[in-house]
């Protein structure tokens, strides 16, 4: 009996000391000053995940707009190349007949590779005389009463990149 009386009071003294341990304490109530320097941290926390982001952000925004021309250059580097094989091949030709057929191709493959890049030229000639298309450089007297207020004549050719104007065109108005 004496081995259960000892079991038991081993057993008694676990009990005892189990519930004296932190688990079973009631949970104190934060302090004042505790609730504040948490909250703090989290908005200290926060503001520099915060600065970070935008530091972030604007670094590809510039790392972007510093490379953004690269795709329409890349387009047009067989352009220069066949410029410079033009050039090469003019100095030995006679034929100027071959140079003009050679610059227009090469005139042509240009204005495409532009336009497939969202560049259109503006028709103005013969349109209504628009300030939001248009850049009057001079005006004449019309030659026909239907051209008043018309684009006579285009000096300088607008374009449109995606629908939106890049360059108005210079133009004579008819009065």
Known sequence: MSEEKEVQNQEEELNGQENASPENEEKKEPTPEEKYSELNDKYLRIH??????????????????????SGILKDLLPVIDDFERAIANNEKVDDIESVKEGFQLIFNKFKNTLETKGLKPMDSEGKDFDLDLHEAIANIPAPSKKMKGKVIEAVEKGYYLNDKVIRFAKVVVGQ
């Open 48 to 69: 520099a995940e915060f600065d970070n982001y935008r530091k972030r952000t604007n670094k590809e925004k510039l790392d972007l707009i510093a490379t953004a021309s």
